[in-house]
């Protein structure tokens, strides 16, 4: 196993680094926080043109067939630019569940789209209960002539206010087992019957309320097999779980970077504020922090490039990155005091951002459970 | 910035063994099967992985890596003419992983702790003499830093050395001079000028464990171990013995100590078995209260944790590992394994006894002791591990001061 970035890797970060710092502002952030979309459509329209949106779609499906390392390289620049918009929620929920579950015909059509920025999707999981499990798809999807009606809530759902299709996961078989009976459906998100609330989130990431009422969907539209949405997605929130580890790295960098600067600069008590052991203390317990995140995390997308097995290693990753970045942007609080308190610091970006991502696709207990299953610790009954 | 600068080769064999890789791989895996027996494994220091402090039984097991050549560094970057033995990268880094898997890594890559040292700062002589030797397991090194007044702060070491003609007379005390008692050699630091400001007045010697004047009294640590006192009454020691220039001995420490850090982060394994994998076992075979401490949700979580953290601490090992390969004595790579490593030892120890409940609290020896009372034993011994070797706030200081560019704390 070879961890060095390859030359097109380091080429692909230091340009997603140099157009981030100068195309995304953290001014821009701000401001895309109060903005009811979300993200500049010609900020897209650019990163569909570098080849970003389609980066890890395969080429006949109009993306540069990537690998989930070269993914793993661009998401942590755009973590740590803090990257507004709805990368995430289009190219990997959206996108790769497609790609996971898609019939031909919807990877060919769908994915062109999205790699050149003309689409966003997003997938509609999660409910009020909150859950990631199989038993937790509780919305239904009955059938009706050759149709299928979707009714209920989905909770927490990024950037549903502005895409086009939105693919809801909805239980179309109820039974024993959960994971049998789960369909994925394209909807489209204009559709009448489809309400959209916003929720105020601490990151200022635009998560919806989206309600379905009686919301028709031909059965064209379901993606993959009916009943059989689950595999696929599991996969998919598999390697949505890796993505937002590496974004999490990317942040957590930056914030030990620019913590580091602020002890060489700030005067205390007559001389330099990292000259103090314990904020030396700090800054090394962060390095170990964030080193550590980033070996896990390179080491399972490293995996996953090869085909190798590595759910140990992604969940291992989401465990300890959940409350490593954390930690990393409360130690950065305290380092920079009263002054990253204040809103227009950068600081409340990446400490509200660490929470986000430690609370998505499962926090550190969550993960913790499956690492225990993972070494044989198994649960009653199971 | 180094932090984002790392290669690591596969912690596990994943199928990229060439054929004569996998014969290679099966030969070192056959005599370590058969060669690091329960009693072998039993002498503990083995569990300290210094391939170069030995004690009689773990010197007659690395004699016979020795006589495969396994002990030995591998050439060029260790000549032939010191010891150094051809090897291919593939069957370099399977003996580095096969090695690593049972917790005896680093004597193969670098010639132990001295090795190095001798080869960047000894005279051609002193390479001559010792690093064949080294090379063939046949000297023990215990280390002569640490004094009563000077631990953290070594630069304050009062050991004097008088040059008196061809030789230096040595005056003064050493303590924790862990394996002094079996060590053929020690690597001591004394004061040869006690004018110039402390850091540049140390100088390093290797001097024969058996000279007169030498006594050595031993301690018993709360771990268990033996270390000892040592005391230097008129030694004399030749002059070809000091390592490298006069008052140059700091220097060389520092690269000493780095060495030792590498090592020290390790996974503390005994016979291809950590503490860890015997607990994971443990919490699916005992029951508690009529089920399977397994199915407790806070030692599910507590495990997955210490699982993590160990992984980490591989991924760790295999950087410093990688980068030791190049030629590189990585300082704060280093620091971090170890902080890391023996910190996670000592939560393993702790988090070890709670999950075993009342019988965390048995001895080796006691009747009901679950395996072997390797638990408690950890517990106690890894107590040291936070200021041994390097105090871990010192370490934390150095890790950001030359690994972020912190300024220095003002003396």
């Known amino acids: ?382 | 910035m180094r932090i984002l600068d790392f290669k690591v080769d596969a912690p596990e064999p994943v199928d990229t063994d060439t054929e004569e890789g996998r014969k290679f791989r099966q030969e070192v895996r056959d005599l370590l099967d058969k060669e690091l027996t329960p009693e072998v494994v039993q002498a503990r220091e083995l569990q300290r992985d210094r391939p170069y402090d030995i004690s009689p039984l773990a010197r007659e097991f690395y004699r016979k890596l020795a006589a495969k050549g396994w002990l030995t560094p591998r050439a060029p970057r260790w000549p032939k003419e010191y010891g150094g033995v051809e090897r291919s990268d593939e069957e370099q880094r399977i003996l580095f992983e096969e090695f690593a898997a049972r917790g005896i890594a680093g004597g193969t890559e670098y010639g132990g702790i001295q090795g190095p040292v001798i080869m960047r700062h000894g005279s051609e002589e002193m390479k001559r003499e010792y690093l064949p030797k080294i090379a063939r397991g046949e000297i023990g090194f215990s280390l002569g830093y640490t004094e009563p007044n000077a631990g953290t702060d070594l630069a304050s070491l009062e050991m004097r050395a008088v040059r008196d003609g061809d030789d230096y007379v040595i005056n003064g005390q050493k303590v924790y001079g862990t394996g002094a008692h079996y060590a053929t050699h020690h690597w001591l630091a004394a004061r040869t000028d006690p004018d110039a400001p402390k850091h540049r007045g140390i100088s390093l010697f290797i001097v024969d464990l058996a000279s007169p004047g030498i006594t050595i009294r031993p301690l018993w640590t709360m771990g268990g171990e033996q270390t000892n006192e040592v005391f230097y009454d008129d030694v004399r020691v030749p002059v070809s013995n000091r390592v490298g220039e006069e008052n140059q001995g700091w220097s060389y420490i520092r690269e000493a100590l780095g060495v030792e850090r590498v090592v020290m982060g390790g996974v503390p394994v005994v016979g291809g078995r950590s503490v860890l994998d015997d607990l994971i076992d443990y919490a699916k075979e005992t029951e508690r209260g009529g089920r399977p401490l397994a199915e407790d949700p806070s030692v599910r979580q507590s495990l997955a944790q210490l699982a993590i953290e160990n992984r980490i601490r591989r991924l760790f090992n295999y950087r410093t590992g990688w980068l030791m390969r190049k030629g590189i004595i990585p300082e704060v790579e280093a620091a971090i394994a170890k902080v890391w490593g023996n910190e996670l030892d000592q939560r393993i120890g702790h988090i070890g006894t709670q999950i075993m409940g009342l019988y965390g609290q048995l001895e080796p020896d006691s009747k009901w002791v679950p395996l072997d009372g390797r638990v408690e034993h950890r517990y106690l011994f890894t107590v040291h591990l936070s200021y041994g070797g390097g105090s871990h706030e010192l370490m934390r200081s150095l890790i950001a001061t030359r690994g972020m560019g912190l300024p220095r704390e003002p003396r």
């Open chain 1, 1 to 382: 196993m070879d961890f060095d970035l390859n030359e097109e890797q380091e080429m692909l970060k230091t340009a997603a680094r140099d157009f981030l710092s100068k195309e995304c502002p953290k001014a821009l952030v701000k401001e895309m926080v109060q903005d009811e979309r979300g993200y500049p459509p010609e900020l897209w329209r650019k990163m569909a043109d570098l080849g970003w949106l389609g980066l890890i779609f395969p080429e006949e499906y109009g993306g540069l067939g990537g690998s989930f390392l070269d993914l793993a390289v661009l998401l942590e620049e755009m973590g740590r630019a803090c990257l507004p918009g709805p990368f995430f929620s289009s190219v990997i929920l959206g996108g790769l569940f497609i790609l996971n579950a898609g019939t031909e015909k919807q990877k060919r059509d769908l994915l062109t789209q999205v790699a050149q920025g003309k689409i966003i999707l997003t997938l509609a999981l999660t409910e009020p209960s909150a859950s990631y499990d199989a038993a937790s798809v509780e919305v239904e999807a009955v059938c009706d002539n050759g149709d299928f009606i979707i009714n209920g809530t989905k909770l927490f759902i990024p950037d549903a206010h502005i895409a086009d299709q939105i693919i809801c996961v909805a239980r179309t078989k109820k039974g024993t087992v959960p994971e049998r009976g789960i369909t994925a459906f394209l909807v489209d998100g204009a559709v009448p019957g489809i309400n959209c609330t916003m929720l105020k989130t601490i990151a200022g990431d635009k998560l919806c309320e989206v309600i379905f009422n009686k919301v028709r969907v031909p059965k064209k539209n379901i993606v993959g097999e009916l009943d059989q949405g689950w595999a696929p997605l599991e996969k998919t929130l598999q390697q949505a779980t890796l993505a937002k580890c590496a974004e999490m790295v990317g942040g957590a960098q930056q914030v030990l970077e620019i913590s580091a600067d602020y002890t060489k600069e700030r005067i205390v008590f007559g001389r330099s504020l990292g000259s103090f052991p314990v904020i030396q203390h700090y800054v090394a317990n962060m390095m170990m922090d964030v080193d550590g995140s980033r070996f896990l995390t390179y080491e399972a997308a490293w995996k996953l490039s090869e085909g190798l097995p590595c759910w140990m290693e992604i969940h291992m990753a989401k465990a300890w990155v959940s409350d490593a970045y954390r930690r990393v942007t409360a130690l950065g609080q305290q380092i920079f005091g009263g002054v990253g308190f204040i809103e227009v610091h950068d600081m409340p970006l990446y400490f509200r951002r660490a929470k986000a991502a430690e609370l998505t696709l499962g926090d550190g207990n969550f993960h913790r459970e499956w690492v225990a299953r993972q070494l044989g610790l198994h649960e009653k009954g199971a």
